[in-house]
């Protein structure tokens, strides 16, 4: 009978990584539906990159608000967990405190003392973040795009960081040997009094429910990372690794049209030559959908925080303009996410839905056309995700695959092409202006 709490607890474990396990499985497998790009080369470049950003937040701190409390929660969230080793293997073995013995009572309270006051201020700043959210209102967090999931997913785990901390506080001013002890309850010490009243059994009992739902609740919120724009705890280290590193406004050659440009400028090319026999299908000319779309690109959707720096400094979005490159990146996750659910449905192979994220059911053109692109979106962005990329691809499908650029676009690219200039004049007026009075 005793032992039957440890099979509850390996029972419970063993399911929440099953799922957790089957659920990053599955993330791959999407991202890995993109296209393959290289971003093997500077690896010392990229690993600074990921510690500057990733692990050390730099981008995030650009705000100092909110990079501040940012990261509070993220250091505390990350060195209270060491706390769940140790929960981890005390249900497993059915022992209390298994690190008490081996740290020595005084180390080990000072390691709880310190999970105890990150508690609390992880506490205040979820607390803060929520404040801004939901009561000051940041115009960020009320972009039309953030109604609905996004905006309570937002809120969700905010609530749920809170019911953690308590949970951890609760689980130490109940465990009357810690209280006794004197040592690691800097903060608990303060809970104890509401509990003046409860006998010594009602207080093991209500250290044993906060010790249960705590780590349920870890598994819970383990799980939940996936349907959450709180991937990117774990996303933002290879996503900064990975990251573009050409300067930022060097957009790259589509290598097909390098080729026929080459061609037609090289003297001794036949430019009636028929195709090589192994040549294959011509490749597509941009981005319609996610598939068209490369790996790091599908990445980043699935990285991004939705927090809408990027939006907020967009000069289309702060002009009125229907683009927000935030919601650039949750329709490429949605629609990808969709396709996903679609290759499950139908064992393993996609089966046309008539749907494309280039459309009416997420990036409309207007959106893509609307881009300046000026690149304040990718230069703000904490997790260096890249929207535009995604634009430039569209704008490049649109145009080369089905001349529909809008129509001031067209003259001047037909300008270009006759006149050498984007104005309407032929070349050889271009001279006028010097006999002009
Ligand atoms: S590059 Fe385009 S999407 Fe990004 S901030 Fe500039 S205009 Fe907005
Ligand atoms: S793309 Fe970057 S800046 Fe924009 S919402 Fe996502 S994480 Fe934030």
Same mark, same amino acid.
């Given at each position: 009978?005793?032992?039957?709490?440890?099979?509850?607890?390996?029972?419970?474990?063993?399911?929440?990584?099953? %799922?957790?396990?089957?659920?990053?499985?599955?993330?791959?497998?999407?991202?890995?539906?993109?296209?393959?790009?290289?971003?093997?080369?500077?690896?010392?470049?990229?690993?600074?990159?990921?510690?500057?950003?990733?692990?050390?937040?730099?981008?995030?701190?650009?705000?100092?608000?909110?990079?501040?409390?940012?990261?509070?929660?993220?250091?505390? %969230?990350?060195?209270?967990?060491?706390?769940?080793?140790?929960?981890?293997?005390?249900?497993?073995?059915?022992?209390?405190?298994?690190?008490?013995?081996?740290?020595?009572?005084?180390?080990?309270?000072?390691?709880?003392?310190?999970?105890?006051?990150?508690?609390?201020?992880?506490?205040?700043? +979820?607390?803060?973040? @929520?404040?801004?959210?939901?009561?000051?209102?940041?115009?960020?967090?009320?972009?039309?795009?953030?109604?609905? @999931?996004?905006?309570?997913?937002?809120?969700?785990?905010?609530?749920?960081?809170?019911?953690?901390?308590?949970?951890?506080?609760?689980?130490?001013?109940?465990?009357?040997?810690?209280?006794?002890?004197?040592?690691?309850?800097?903060?608990?010490?303060?809970?104890?009094?509401?509990?003046?009243? +409860?006998?010594?059994?009602?207080?093991?009992?209500?250290?044993?429910?906060?010790?249960?739902?705590?780590?349920?609740?870890?598994?819970?919120?383990?799980?939940?990372?996936?349907?959450?724009?709180?991937?990117?705890?774990?996303?933002?280290?290879?996503?900064?690794?990975?990251?573009?590193?050409?300067?930022?406004?060097?957009?790259?050659?589509?290598?097909?049209?390098?080729?026929?440009?080459?061609?037609?400028?090289?003297?001794?090319?036949?430019?009636?030559?028929?195709?090589?026999?192994?040549?294959?299908?011509?490749?597509?000319?941009?981005?319609?959908? +996610?598939?068209?779309?490369?790996?790091?690109?599908?990445?980043?959707?699935?990285?991004?925080?939705?927090?809408?720096?990027?939006?907020?400094?967009?000069?289309?979005?702060?002009?009125?303009?229907?683009?927000?490159?935030?919601?650039?990146?949750?329709?490429?996750?949605?629609?990808?996410?969709?396709?996903?659910?679609?290759?499950?449905?139908?064992?393993?192979?996609?089966?046309?839905?008539?749907?494309?994220?280039?459309?009416?059911?997420?990036?409309?053109?207007?959106?893509?056309?609307?881009?300046?692109?000026?690149?304040?979106?990718?230069?703000?962005?904490?997790?260096?995700?890249?929207?535009?990329?995604?634009?430039?691809?569209?704008?490049?499908?649109?145009?080369?695959?089905?001349?529909?650029?809008?129509?001031?676009?067209?003259?001047?690219?037909?300008?270009?092409?006759?006149?050498?200039?984007?104005?309407?004049?032929?070349?050889?007026?271009?001279?006028?202006?010097?006999?002009?009075?």
């Amino acid at each position: 009978m005793q032992f039957i709490p440890n099979i509850i607890f390996a029972i419970l474990l063993g399911v929440g990584v099953y %799922f957790f396990a089957n659920n990053v499985k599955k993330l791959i497998r999407n991202i890995k539906l993109g296209k393959d790009v290289d971003r093997s080369d500077q690896k010392s470049e990229r690993w600074a990159n990921m510690i500057r950003i990733a692990l050390g937040q730099s981008k995030m701190v650009k705000r100092p608000v909110s990079g501040f409390f940012h990261i509070v929660v993220y250091v505390g %969230f990350i060195i209270i967990n060491i706390e769940v080793l140790e929960i981890v293997l005390d249900g497993l073995l059915g022992t209390h405190r298994l690190f008490l013995p081996i740290l020595g009572e005084g180390f080990y309270g000072f390691l709880i003392g310190t999970f105890e006051i990150l508690a609390i201020l992880v506490f205040i700043s +979820v607390t803060v973040f @929520w404040l801004r959210r939901n009561v000051i209102k940041i115009k960020r967090f009320w972009n039309k795009e953030m109604t609905a @999931w996004p905006k309570n997913d937002g809120n969700y785990i905010l609530y749920f960081e809170m019911v953690l901390m308590t949970l951890f506080l609760v689980m130490n001013a109940t465990d009357v040997h810690l209280q006794q002890s004197g040592t690691g309850n800097v903060i608990s010490q303060f809970i104890v009094p509401l509990f003046h009243n +409860v006998s010594f059994e009602g207080l093991h009992l209500i250290e044993r429910i906060a010790w249960w739902l705590h780590i349920c609740g870890i598994l819970v919120f383990l799980n939940y990372l996936y349907y959450s724009k709180h991937l990117h705890i774990l996303l933002a280290f290879p996503n900064t690794f990975y990251a573009n590193l050409k300067p930022k406004g060097q957009f790259p050659n589509n290598k097909n049209v390098t080729k026929e440009v080459q061609l037609m400028m090289d003297p001794n090319a036949d430019p009636y030559a028929a195709p090589a026999e192994d040549a294959g299908e011509p490749e597509k000319f941009g981005a319609s959908d +996610v598939t068209d779309l490369n790996w790091v690109q599908l990445m980043n959707a699935y990285t991004c925080t939705e927090c809408g720096r990027c939006t907020s400094v967009c000069p289309a979005n702060l002009t009125g303009k229907e683009l927000s490159p935030r919601a650039i990146m949750m329709k490429t996750r949605d629609r990808l996410e969709e396709v996903g659910r679609n290759i499950d449905a139908n064992k393993g192979t996609f089966q046309d839905d008539g749907k494309q994220l280039l459309g009416d059911d997420y990036i409309k053109q207007e959106e893509i056309w609307a881009c300046t692109s000026c690149n304040a979106c990718v230069e703000e962005c904490p997790v260096n995700i890249d929207p535009l990329s995604i634009i430039m691809d569209m704008r490049q499908y649109l145009v080369m695959e089905q001349s529909a650029a809008p129509q001031e676009l067209n003259a001047m690219m037909q300008n270009v092409e006759n006149n050498g200039a984007p104005w309407q004049y032929s070349q050889m007026d271009r001279l006028n202006w010097v006999n002009e009075e």
